[in-house]
C-alpha cells in the first residue's frame, strides 16, 4: 500500500481533529501528497503543518477544484470525512435536519459530481466515505446523525456498485465509538451507548488502509458491528426490540 500511494493527491475533509487528522497522517507518513480541509483554518494549518501538507480550510463541499489545483492538478483519493452529528428527534427544527443533510450526504455527492468525470476518465479514483455504525444501525437521541448517516452509506454504497467495473473504488468506514471531540459532544447518550467500546482514531485509520489493502467497500473498526448489522438484516424486530432496551434506560438516565 506505501508503495501504490506515494506521490498521489489525497483530500480529507473535516481533518482538523480526530479521525480526520489520523487519516490525513496515516496517508502522508504513506507518502502521499494530502491537503487537509477544515472549517477551523487554524486546525487545518496546524495538522497539514505535521508533516507538510497543503492547508484548505472552508467548506468540504466546494473545496474540490482548490484541491485539485493545489495538487498540481489530479485528486487520487478523496475522504468524505466532515460530518455533523445532530442530535434531537422528529421534532428538531428544520435547520437541524438541513443541516445534517447537507454535511452528511450532499457535500459527498457535490464531491463526487466534481471528481468523477476525471476519475472515469482515466479509470481510476478512490472515495472514502466515513459514515459511522448509525449509517447501518441507529443512534439513540439522534434522529437527524441516524437518517443522514444512513443517506450517506446508500449514496456510498450506490457510487461502488455503479462504477466499480470502471475503476473507481469505494470505502464505507463505519465505526461505533471514537474517542474525538464528537463523542464528547454526543452527551449521555454517547457515554451509555459508545464510550464503553470507543476506540482511538488512528485505530480508524489503520482498520481503513487493512481495507483498501484487500480492495473492500465495507470498512468495520468494531467488527462486532457485522453482526449487529446481520441481526438487524434478519430478525428487525428481535433488533428493535434491543435497540428500544436501550432507549428505555437512556430515558431512565434523565438524558
Known amino acids: 500500500m506505501v508503495d501504490t500511494l506515494q506521490g498521489t493527491g489525497v483530500v480529507v475533509t473535516g481533518a482538523g481533529g480526530g479521525i480526520g487528522a489520523a487519516l490525513a497522517r496515516k496517508f502522508a507518513a504513506s507518502g502521499a501528497r494530502v491537503v487537509v480541509n477544515d472549517l477551523d483554518p487554524g486546525k487545518a494549518k496546524a495538522v497539514a503543518d505535521e508533516f507538510g501538507g497543503i492547508a484548505l480550510p472552508g467548506d468540504a463541499s466546494a ?3 482548490e484541491a485539485r489545483e493545489a495538487l498540481g492538478g489530479t485528486v487520487d483519493v478523496y475522504c468524505a470525512n466532515a460530518g455533523l452529528a445532530s442530535g434531537g428527534t422528529e421534532s428538531a427544527d428544520e435547520e437541524v435536519w438541513a443541516a445534517a443533510w447537507d454535511v452528511n450526504v450532499m457535500a459527498h455527492v457535490r464531491a463526487a459530481r466534481e471528481l468523477l468525470p476525471e476519475w472515469l476518465e482515466r479509470g481510476s479514483g478512490r472515495f472514502v466515505s466515513t459514515v459511522s455504525a448509525a449509517g447501518l ?15 450517506a452509506y446508500a449514496f456510498a454504497e450506490w457510487l461502488s456498485l455503479t462504477y466499480r467495473h470502471r475503476g473507481i473504488k469505494v470505502h464505507a468506514i463505519c465505526p461505533q465509538g471514537v474517542r474525538t471531540d464528537m463523542l464528547t459532544a454526543s452527551g449521555s447518550a454517547g457515554e451509555l451507548v459508545l464510550a464503553p467500546t470507543a476506540i482511538e482514531p488512528e485505530d480508524v485509520a489503520d482498520a481503513l ?15 462486532e458491528v457485522a453482526e449487529y448489522y446481520r441481526v438487524r438484516a434478519t430478525e428487525p424486530d428481535r433488533w428493535l426490540t434491543s ?3 436501550i432507549q428505555q434506560k437512556w430515558e431512565e438516565t434523565g438524558q
Open 209 to 223: 488502509f487493512a481495507g483498501m489493502a484487500e480492495d473492500r467497500f465495507l470498512i468495520l473498526p468494531h467488527p
Open 137 to 151: 444501525l441507529t443512534m439513540v437521541g439522534a434522529a437527524p446523525y441516524s437518517v443522514t448517516k444512513h443517506g
Open 63 to 65: 473545496i474540490v477544484a
Open 243 to 245: 435497540m428500544n432496551h
